[in-house]
């Protein structure tokens, strides 16, 4: 099954393997425009059936890492149009994954020096890296967030539509909307983090608000089947806390998305456990409640464990992250049952071609 094509009404996959959204930091800050080393870098990995891009912040205030290509601008859409051209040149498709990192963010990653976005003005006990005084990056701690006031809200939305049109304008062939790993619309959602008293703020229907209201406005620049929305169920990164229902939360949503006949769920189990587990009762909660596609990501190394929850029906497609960084023929390695290389985290943020387009292919 996992070598098997997937279609929906809108878009066509070779197989049923999605290279997961990595962030690489392989941009120039100032202008955050694709380069050729990253057009060079998503080429090699065509292979997947579908690849979904780094998260490509929708806004200058939504940036929270230095060197992350982005997609609010026309030269930003440009420089994907020469990433697109060239995964398309190879036979693959891939989504852009749109992304505001809210509190986990630093002012000076921000042009105009505003503070980091937040549901709340709670900050994030995170890190980032901002340029030091001789231009080398240093570790600070994430920034003082203002919570955003119900005009900025609108103007978040309105940055998530206009980064969807870039996209198409791009040759993306859909978007993902970035919910999930404590970024904005995982702060909005965390009642932890969201103390609010507006309509933004206390009830589930209220924290998924932002998020829901984002995706409708998407909805009007890319058919609703290339449109899927990232969560990370039980995640604690980036200062979330453990969601309190999280069987109630995670399929409300699912069921919300269903409803606006959305083509992708993905599901990013951070800990690469429950989401293997047959057992387990969040991805059948998650398939009764969303008749899209579901993608699981979190773990999947080998064909077999794909293959498991494949045959479950809990999952259409496998995202798979790290081994693509250092395997970028990794579905051809796959099928023939191909050791693997192993990836060096000390480079996965790094500038330049090292631990990024200098792996080999088999
Ligand atoms: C270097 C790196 C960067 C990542 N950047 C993103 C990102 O931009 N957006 C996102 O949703 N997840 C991001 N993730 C999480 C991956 O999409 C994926 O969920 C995670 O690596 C687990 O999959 P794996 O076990 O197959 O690696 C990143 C992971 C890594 C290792």
Known sequence: MLFDSFSNPALALRNRIVMAPMTRCRADHADAVPNALITGYYRQRAGAGLIISEGLPVS??????????????????????????????????????????????????????????GASNKPAATQTMIPGPDGKPVAVPSGQPQALSLQEIRGVIAEFAHAAKLAMQAGFDGVEIHGANGYLLDQFRCPAVNNRNDAYGGSL???????????????????????????????????????????????????????????????????????????????????????????????????????????????????????????????????????????????????????YTDYPAL
């Open 60 to 117: 200058d205030r939504a940036r929270g890492y230095l060197n992350t290509p982005a997609l609010w601008n026309e030269a930003q859409a440009a420089g994907w149009k020469s990433v697109t051209d060239a995964v398309h040149a190879e036979g693959g498709r891939m989504f852009a994954q749109l992304w505001h990192c809210g509190r986990v963010a630093h002012a000076a990653l921000h042009a105009d020096g505003s503070a980091p976005a």
């Open 205 to 355: 229907a209220n924290r998924y608000r932002l998020l829901l209201e984002i995706v409708d406005a998407v909805a009007a620049e890319v058919e609703p089947q290339r449109i899927a929305v990232r969560q990370s169920p039980y995640g604690l990164g980036n200062g979330m806390i453990a969601d309190p229902e999280p069987l109630k939360t995670y399929p409300w949503l699912a069921r919300e998305l269903n409803r606006r006949n959305l083509g992708f769920l993905h599901i990013y189990c951070q800990t690469a456990d429950w989401i293997h587990e047959a057992g387990h009762s969040m991805m059948p909660a998650l398939r009764d409640a969303f008749h899209g596609a579901i993608i699981a990501c979190g773990g999947f190394k080998t064909p077999p464990a794909c293959e498991a929850i494949l045959a479950r029906g809990h999952a259409d497609l496998i995202a798979i992250g790290k081994p693509f960084i250092s395997n970028p023929d990794l579905v051809e390695r796959l099928r023939h049952d191909a050791p693997l290389a192993k990836w060096n985290p000390a480079v996965f943020y790094a500038a330049g071609a090292t631990g």
